[in-house]
């Protein structure tokens, strides 16, 4: 009996048959623009036109609603007569006399060397808590030693140095540095610290492989892989550093060196409570300005990591 075999047609139609079916055209187009919608969720419609002030406005609006709670309940406080108006003046008031403030020439020599101060604290601070933190992590007898005295330190109110700093330089630019150095360092080494133990184990065997030793090591891999940790170290630094710095200009007053913190204490001896309240708010406004430096150094650096949406 003859054997009968497919035909080709027969054949090729069994192997087409076996494959996908050849996309239509019109069905790429749709998922494409299914992507392409999904692309434009995900980016929040950040691309449209005045996106730049619908930002500025979402990052502002809480802000300003938050000053408008506080001088409502401030001058609440006012209208109830809780305390006299010479002892607690009314925003209006103190406003006008801020605004006057602002514009004389001896006010802006005070907020110059208040900052000067301040940043050449917080640079001594920054340099003598990087050297201990680098150290006290490299070391495992160090970090077993002086570990938890670093932590100590840092809980410690700055307030507590004064007496001794004042024993050991007197009424002197140095007393006022040595406190604000020995409160911001800690914070610093501690932020250090915690940034390199948390560095991936992976990572220091990679470097390991590639031949980083010593000071390549730290200098290529485990400083810039602790960066998170070490902002946010220094931010905690710079905020201590400005308290301590507040509280010295108001303990130690340096003969001749009329800062924001001894022209608070003079308006405060003349019973100014307006102006004293004028020098608060400006110690705030510098504080808010540094931190939103600071927080545009996270961003930029989580962005730079890959850690934001934008």
């Not at 054997?3 to 048959?17: D, F, H, M, N, W």
């Not at 003598?128 to 109110?157: D, H």
């Not at 031949?211 to 730290?218: D, H, S, V, W």
Request: hydrophobic content about 55%; aromatic content about 10%.
């Amino acid at each position: 009996m003859p054997i009968k075999y497919p035909s080709a047609r027969a054949g090729l139609e069994c192997v087409t048959q076996d494959f996908p079916p050849k996309p239509d055209k019109s069905d790429a187009a749709a998922a494409a623009d299914r992507v392409t919608g999904l692309d434009a969720l995900e980016l929040g419609g950040k691309s449209g036109k005045g996106s730049l002030g619908k930002r500025i406005w979402r990052s502002a609006w809480p802000k300003l609603l938050a000053i408008a709670i506080v001088l409502a309940a401030w001058q609440a406080v006012v209208w109830a007569e809780w305390k006299p108006a010479y002892v607690l003046p009314g925003p209006i008031t103190v406003f006008e006399d801020l605004g006057t403030l602002i514009t004389t020439a001896d006010f802006w020599d005070g907020v110059r060397l208040t900052m000067v101060r301040a940043l050449t604290g917080f640079a001594l601070a920054v340099l003598i808590g990087t050297v201990i933190g680098a150290a006290v992590s490299r070391f495992a007898p160090l970090r077993a030693a002086i570990g938890s005295l670093i932590t100590g330190l840092q809980t410690m109110p700055s307030i507590m140095w004064f007496p001794l700093a004042i024993l050991l330089f007197q009424i002197s630019e140095s007393a006022i540095m040595f406190v604000v150095v020995i409160g911001a360092a800690p914070s610093v080494a501690n932020g250090l610290i915690s940034g390199i133990d948390y560095v991936p184990r992976t990572w220091l065997r990679v470097g390991q492989v590639l031949g980083m030793k010593g000071f390549a090591k730290y200098r290529h891999l485990i400083l810039p892989a602790s960066l998170p940790s070490f902002i946010s170290g220094l931010k905690q630094g710079w905020a201590f550093s400005w308290r301590s710095l507040m509280a010295g200009e108001l303990l130690v007053i340096v003969p001749g060196a009329l800062s924001i913190g001894v022209r608070m204490q003079q308006a405060r001896d003349l019973n100014e409570a307006s102006l004293v309240i004028s020098f608060i708010i400006v110690v705030l406004v510098i504080g808010i300005l540094i931190d939103v430096l600071f927080n545009a150094a996270d961003n930029a650096l989580r962005k730079r990591w890959g850690l934001t949406g934008s």
